[in-house]
């Protein structure tokens, strides 16, 4: 017996549910196919990814659902655990049951099929399998959204042939290609991080949140200002433009995302993603220090890597180097009177202020505070 796709789709609509992330499974393809078709959909490259960017739909007042395959479960643990679980950042997951013991299914399923409830139970995320009752479903439903208005998640745990046929109707791809193109062209100032934050600080408008980056990246953010418009991320290394693109997908709010080398490296797959959603006002910048400056000053491979030339082959519309702060200044005031998707490159110097502090206001905190500041513009 199954259930119709878009049965549930709409009773998921009727709470709130509009905004979809994730990456394709089989088991899923007719839920996928209905929020593609009704909803504002992102296709992630990655299951973390799609977390992160629900938790920025979040932020920006949209209940979100995120949708993947029981495998893909491993890759979104990070933010699941670092991300959601420590900001308070509930998202309603579905998550497919491959390598269900009865089920002859390929054989790198068959671990995860035994594991999928383990997992989240020691995530602390509550779940339920799909019913393939309408009635049983409608009020599943209403469970997970009481769960999601205390601010915890909920996943559904989805076997195979539980949902019926939805027809994907025909899609207009997007086709970007990046229009201004600045590389390296002179020496670097070489700055430090901190000059670069408060450049951007100082540089910023009032409809502005600043998103930074795991590790050194916040804390001098807090450091420099600590102020209702700033998220500092822990935890859920390279997450920090995924979240960018679901505040900017779902809201007005000018929005800057502060990465580093070391974090954009981890997650280089969403800047494709970034680039074909292509929000105006996002802004991506990048801090390349050539190290894991929060854990000793460990090198990254950035040395190798012309992130200027990938960010313009995905399709950011700008993809800008910057060699000073001065310059830094005039991009980013450039992309306040032009905005549309950019990325700035900036390298600096390693190192830190001597007694850096770390944030003492809680990352919950911090989260409330900030969707209160998107809520009232």
């Known amino acids: 017996m199954k259930i119709s796709a878009a049965d549930l789709g709409n009773e998921l609509k009727s709470l709130g549910f509009e905004f979809y992330c994730g990456v394709p499974c089989s088991f ?67 998550v497919s049951l491959r390598g269900e013991p009865r089920l002859n299914d390929e054989p790198q399923h068959e671990l995860m099929g035994t594991i999928t409830e383990k997992m989240l139970e020691l995530m602390q995320v509550k779940w ?96 420099v200002e600590d102020s209702q418009n700033n998220l500092y991320m822990v935890g859920s290394m390279g997450s920090i433009s995924s979240i960018g693109l679901g505040i900017a997908l779902n809201s007005n709010m000018k929005t800057i995302a502060v990465d580093g080398d070391g974090a954009l490296l981890m997650r280089m797959g969403n800047l494709a993603t970034n680039a074909y959603y292509s929000p105006a006002n996002l802004l991506h910048v990048l801090i390349d220090n050539n190290m894991h400056d929060s854990t000793g000053g460990q090198f990254t491979v950035s040395s190798n890597v012309d992130f200027v030339q990938i960010a313009a082959s995905t399709g950011y519309e700008n993809s ?58």
Request: glycine share 6%; aromatic share 8%; proline share 3%.
């Open 28 to 94: 899923l393809n007719n839920l996928i196919n209905y929020a593609i078709n009704e909803c504002d959909y992102v296709m992630s490259n990655n299951e973390g990814d799609a977390v992160a960017i629900c938790a920025g739909a979040y932020l920006a007042g949209k209940k979100s659902v995120v949708l993947m395959q029981n495998s893909g479960l491993t890759n979104a643990t990070s933010p699941l655990t670092s991300l959601n679980y420590s900001f308070k950042l509930p998202v309603l997951g579905f």
């Open 128 to 223: 339920e399998y799909l019913s393939n009752d309408i009635a049983e479903v409608k009020c599943q439903i209403a469970r997970a959204n009481e769960s999601i208005e205390n601010k915890e998640s909920f996943f559904f745990i989805v076997k195979k042939g539980v949902l019926g046929a939805v027809e994907l109707k025909p899609q207009q791809l997007n086709k970007n290609t990046n229009k201004f193109l600045k590389v390296k062209s002179e020496d670097d100032e070489l700055a430090m991080r901190l000059n670069v934050i408060e450049t951007i600080t100082a540089t910023k408008a009032d409809d502005t949140v600043i998103l930074a980056t795991t590790g050194k990246t916040g804390r001098e953010l807090y450091e």
């Open 320 to 377: 800008i180097y910057v060699h000073s702060l001065d310059e830094l200044k005039k991009t980013i005031i450039g992309w306040y009177r032009n905005p549309v998707l950019t990325f700035i490159y900036i390298k600096v110097r390693n190192g830190t202020k001597e007694n850096l502090g770390r944030p003492k206001i809680k990352p919950y905190e911090v989260k409330e505070r900030l969707m209160e500041f998107i809520r009232e513009r």
